[in-house]
């Protein structure tokens, strides 16, 4: 994995949008997604591996409790898939890791709550356009009979029907890079998109240790949050936006008004 420490604004936005430029298309066009991070020790590891040594087997007890409560109108259809990006949208452990298309995006996460400011953040950059080259073929097929460089949902819905057909049809690992429906306007603001790995007792942070080349983590020094974050403001990169509603104003205002020392 390389890693590169900013220490300011500049650095930042250089370190953020590196190799974007795609001579095939001559546009910017990064191949990277981003995931913000507000501790720089935390790992690549999703909430459903962090429940402990038992998470293989919660994990079904999870998603068949979620489908059986949750009301039948909040998925268009019946799918895994569906079933899956909700879940992780609604705060359910899942074998799901939220990434953004959005660089600044990933920077208001790593530096959003205030309380955490010191100590070190950090943002993990991950081609997702290079990782479909571990993909099995009949997936690979699938992304470029369509030209797109990730999954929808039912893409995938077509393909597979169950998570455990998943792990049968292929033996290699390998991660999946996935766009939710747009569920709402929270997950349309925060120009989502979702990683998950076809065997659950992998996680990403493990399996980017064999592929590290696909991997960057931007360290960001505790002593350069409040410049990121107020220029962040400035641009109008805010719960307010991120999280329409009131509760996100609520936590835009409570952040904006505090006083600097409350980090300290």
């Excluded at 489908?67 to 909040?74: I, L, M």
């Excluded at 259809?77 to 298309?101: C, E, K, N």
């Excluded at 600044?104 to 943002?123: N, P, Q, V």
Aim: net charge negative; aromatic share 12%.
């Amino acid at each position: 994995m390389e890693k590169v420490t900013i220490h300011n604004w500049s650095e930042l936005q250089d370190q953020l949008y590196h190799n974007a430029y795609d001579p095939r298309l001559g546009r910017f066009r990064s191949p990277y997604a981003f995931r913000g991070i507000e501790d720089k020790h935390y790992k690549l590891h999703s909430a459903l591996h962090r429940m402990g040594e038992n998470y293989i087997e919660v994990e079904k007890h999870l998603l068949r409790n979620f489908r059986r409560y949750a009301h039948r109108d909040v998925v268009e259809r019946d799918s895994i898939f569906y079933w899956l990006a909700v879940a992780q949208h609604y705060g359910l452990p899942t074998r799901m890791l939220d990434w953004t298309y959005s660089p600044l995006i990933a920077t208001h996460f790593a530096t959003m709550d205030i309380d955490k400011f010191d100590r070190d953040g950090c943002i993990f950059m991950i081609n997702f356009v290079q990782a479909q080259q571990y993909l099995p073929k009949t997936l690979q097929d699938v992304l470029n009979d369509e030209g797109g460089d990730v999954f929808n949902v039912e893409q995938l819905s077509e393909k597979i029907q169950h998570l455990k057909e998943l792990e049968l049809l292929y033996d290699q690992i390998f991660p999946i890079f996935m766009e939710p429906p747009s569920l709402d306007d929270r997950m349309a603001n925060q120009y989502a998109l979702f990683s998950f790995m076809s065997k659950v007792e992998c996680s990403l942070h493990d399996w980017l240790k064999i592929h590290p080349e696909l991997i960057r983590k931007i360290i960001i020094p505790k002593e350069a949050k409040w410049e990121l974050r107020d220029k962040l403001d400035q641009a109008n990169i805010t719960e307010r936006v991120l999280f329409p509603g009131l509760d996100g104003l609520s936590m835009w205002l409570k952040r904006l008004y505090s006083p600097k020392n409350k980090a300290v």
